[in-house]
């Protein structure tokens, strides 16, 4: 039991502290001292700072992908082989993820922050695993959109999805941002707010009419998305 308890404190802490410095600033002192815990402690849960953040990221990751999962299982039984809306994909995958943005005493507001960062400061290290954990998911998702949205190529779906990804890092990843642009305080403490704010613009740029250059699939079914139609 003692034992859960330092891993967890350890866990928690490197996690307050990557979001707030990155990972490359903070040290391994910094995260004990904040644990309270001695040095060695962290070399006998994780045997490195590398393998902590690995296990940072799974912790939550494991969970967030699991549902994501299930939802999609869910409304694919329920449409028995046909299509999706695209807008039941997009709140199934990213939907779970604003959610968990919302909770701030659980640690998924920090955690989510966290992630936030990795689009805005390059890691290799982290992002070939994360990568890894989210192969499952993105490739069950990339092919329910495509299946969608048989108008467009699958390039632009592959690129749409990246714009998808970057957007939500973004708006969870605090207001601080958003504070540059605004000309009042923000208040992003309601997170239903930022779930239908963030939905509808999602929804919008996966809607939005194929750039000139790019081609629809040449069969007779293809034609370009409108937006009444991808919905």
Do not use: C
């Not at 999609?72 to 968990?100: C, H, N, Q, T, Y």
């Not at 982290?126 to 959109?145: D, G, M, N, P, Q």
Request: aromatic content about 8%.
């Amino acid at each position: 039991m003692i034992e859960i308890d330092t891993r967890r404190r350890i866990l928690d802490a490197a996690e307050a502290l990557f979001t707030e410095h990155g990972f490359e600033a903070t040290t391994l002192r910094q995260i004990t001292g904040q644990a309270q815990v001695n040095l060695a402690a962290v070399n006998y849960h994780f045997g490195s700072k590398e393998a902590l953040i690995q296990e940072l990221f799974r912790r939550r990751l494991t969970w967030l992908n699991e549902k994501r999962l299930e939802a999609l299982d869910r409304l694919e039984a329920e449409a028995k082989g046909a299509p999706l809306k695209p807008s039941r994909i997009l709140d199934a995958f990213f939907g779970v993820a604003v959610k968990m943005a919302a909770d701030r005493e659980g640690g998924g507001r920090t955690f989510m922050r966290l992630l936030g960062r990795t689009y805005t400061e390059p890691s290799e290290f982290v992002r070939s695993f994360l990568a890894s954990e989210y192969s499952e998911a993105i490739t069950r998702f990339k092919a329910a959109l495509v299946k969608a949205l048989p108008g467009v190529p699958r390039e632009e779906i592959l690129w749409r999805f990246h714009f998808m990804l970057g957007a939500m890092s973004y708006a969870i990843s605090g207001a601080d941002a958003l504070r540059i642009v605004a000309e009042a305080p923000v208040d992003d403490s309601d997170g239903d707010a930022l779930y239908s704010r963030l939905m509808s613009f999602l929804l919008g740029g996966l809607r939005a009419p194929l750039p000139e250059h790019v081609a629809a699939p040449a069969h007779k079914s293809a034609r370009k998305p409108r937006a009444r139609r991808a919905a």
